[in-house]
């Protein structure tokens, strides 16, 4: 089954105590992204990757890390969280150009 | 910068009513336009998706149109249901950027 996997899905932490939420799709998808969705304002794309090793910043970068190593993987990575990084997180890939995005379940962090 | 705009914000219909929501989009060079649901704290199912060459899509009760010339895409909702109760999002592909909507809450009350 096509799908995109993240986790934790849901996760609590304490402000500044370094955190990664993963990201794995199973489609051979070139093009992954992070997004993250807050009340009021929507979903707004924090990195993205067009494919190994080619990543680039989004709306909301700042506190944010990723990676892409493997095609497959596009972690997101919380070097040092804080509060206002509270915050329901999507990761999403497709293939490149205009095929159909495929999002995965969202990973609700609480940073305390 | 694209911007996505839907409306309404929110609406409420009685069961089996013929619905219809709006998106705009501000700059028309995309290469394609999905429509989502996501229920309240979960993750977003995709419902259609049109490419830019493309004027509608169709699957089951649900139809997406999109004019690109003017910016414009609709999801029309035939026969409403309780389980169609939920928020759907728009979503315009630029590039590699993909800019969403605010999405429209929708009820569909027994």
């Known amino acids: 089954e096509a799908q995109v996997t993240q986790n934790p899905r849901y996760l609590i932490t304490v402000t500044g105590k370094k955190l990664t939420v993963t990201c794995s799709q199973n489609?051979?998808?070139?093009?992954m992204s992070w997004y993250r969705q807050d009340p009021g304002l929507g979903l707004r794309q924090i990195y993205y990757?067009?494919?190994?090793?080619?990543?680039d910043k989004g709306d909301v970068p700042e506190g944010y890390k990723v990676s892409r190593k493997e095609k497959r993987n596009f972690p997101l990575i919380l070097e040092s969280p804080s509060p206002n990084q509270t915050s329901l997180y999507f990761c999403?890939?497709?293939?490149?150009?205009?095929?159909?995005?495929?999002f995965g379940q969202g990973t609700r962090l609480t940073v305390v | 910068k694209q911007e996505v705009t839907q409306i309404p914000a929110a609406l409420s219909v009685p069961e089996g009513e013929n619905l219809v929501l709006n998106c705009s989009f501000t700059d028309s060079a995309i290469y394609n336009l999905q429509w989502f649901r996501q229920d309240p704290g979960k993750g977003l199912t995709s419902l259609l998706l049109i490419q830019s060459s493309q004027r509608e899509q169709t699957s089951g009760r649900l139809n997406a149109s999109l004019d690109k010339s003017s910016g414009r895409s609709t999801l029309y909702i035939a026969a409403s249901q309780p389980g169609d109760s939920a928020t759907y999002l728009c979503?315009?592909?630029?590039?590699?950027?993909?800019?969403f909507g605010a999405g429209t809450r929708l009820t569909v009350k027994p």
């Open positions: 999403a890939s497709n293939k490149g150009g205009g095929g159909e995005a495929f």
């Open positions: 979503a315009v592909r630029d590039n590699n950027d993909m800019r």
């Open positions: 489609m051979n998808h070139e093009y």
């Open positions: 990757s067009m494919n190994v090793e080619v990543t």
